[in-house]
């Protein structure tokens, strides 16, 4: 158990539907961020938060949106869901703004749409 | 943020035998990061090694970083069955790291 949780781990949904993924950072980590990992994309940076606000945007859809919460969890909100958004959809941690920490990642939330 | 290009995409070897994974990067960093990840799992941080360091260890991992040539490598020495992953480098300069395609380690029994 690396200490940050990920709900659910799996996710069934149809195209067009609408879900929220669920992140719960490590105990004492401040920043989150949000990756997509797919097969022929690789692992690409969706977004990062710390403390509460947005730092650092990446190739993260319009559809796609993320806040965290005061008492520091995450959510990932994918909408209008398409086939090419199946992926595994992993968040991560760290102390402080993460420089010179490691990120812990956590399971990851596998993401299938029909 | 930058980007890491691992080098090689795969490499299969002995178990016993080491492993060598390089990693070049194009841009001044503050640290350099190796991650493994096991299929499908969440990826597993390994080792961090500073802008101001050359070299760092921990078990039978040992890393170099040489930031002239904006380049680093991974060593896993006595490699054991349970090393089979991709191993991907981190290299960190704003906070927001953009992994690369990594390295496929394959150890052969």
């Known amino acids: 158990d690396s200490g940050v949780t990920q709900t659910p781990k799996h996710l069934i949904t149809a195209t067009g539907q609408r879900v929220t993924l669920r992140c719960s950072p490590r105990?004492?980590?401040?920043?989150v961020y949000w990756y997509q990992q797919s097969l022929d994309q690789g692992l690409q940076f969706l977004i990062q938060?710390?403390?509460?606000?947005?730092?650092a945007k990446g190739n993260i859809l319009e559809r796609f949106s993320a806040q965290q919460f005061p008492d520091l969890h995450s959510e990932l909100n994918l909408s209008s869901l398409e086939l090419g958004d199946s992926a595994l959809y992993f968040c991560?941690?760290?102390?402080?703004?993460?420089?010179?920490?490691?990120?812990?990642f956590g399971s990851g939330t596998r993401l299938t749409v029909v | 943020s930058q980007q890491g290009e691992e080098d090689p995409q795969a490499l299969s070897i002995q178990e016993g035998e080491n492993a060598t994974m390089n990693c070049s990067y194009k841009?001044?960093?503050?640290?350099l990061q190796w991650y493994r990840q096991n299929s499908g799992r969440g990826l597993v941080h390994l080792i961090l090694?500073?802008?101001?360091?050359r070299e760092k260890h921990s078990g039978r991992l040992r890393v170099t970083l040489d930031t002239s040539k904006k380049s680093s490598s991974l060593l896993i020495t006595a490699s054991r069955a349970a090393d089979t992953a991709s191993y991907f480098c981190?290299?960190?300069?704003?906070?927001?790291?953009?992994f690369g395609k990594g390295t496929r380690l394959h150890i052969l029994p």
């Open positions: 991560a941690s760290s102390a402080h703004r993460g420089f010179n920490y490691g990120y812990t």
């Open positions: 105990s004492g980590d401040l920043s």
């Open positions: 938060y710390y403390n509460g606000e947005e730092r």
């Open positions: 841009t001044s960093i503050n640290n």
């Open positions: 090694i500073r802008s101001n360091e």
């Open positions: 981190a290299p960190n300069r704003d906070d927001k790291i953009i």
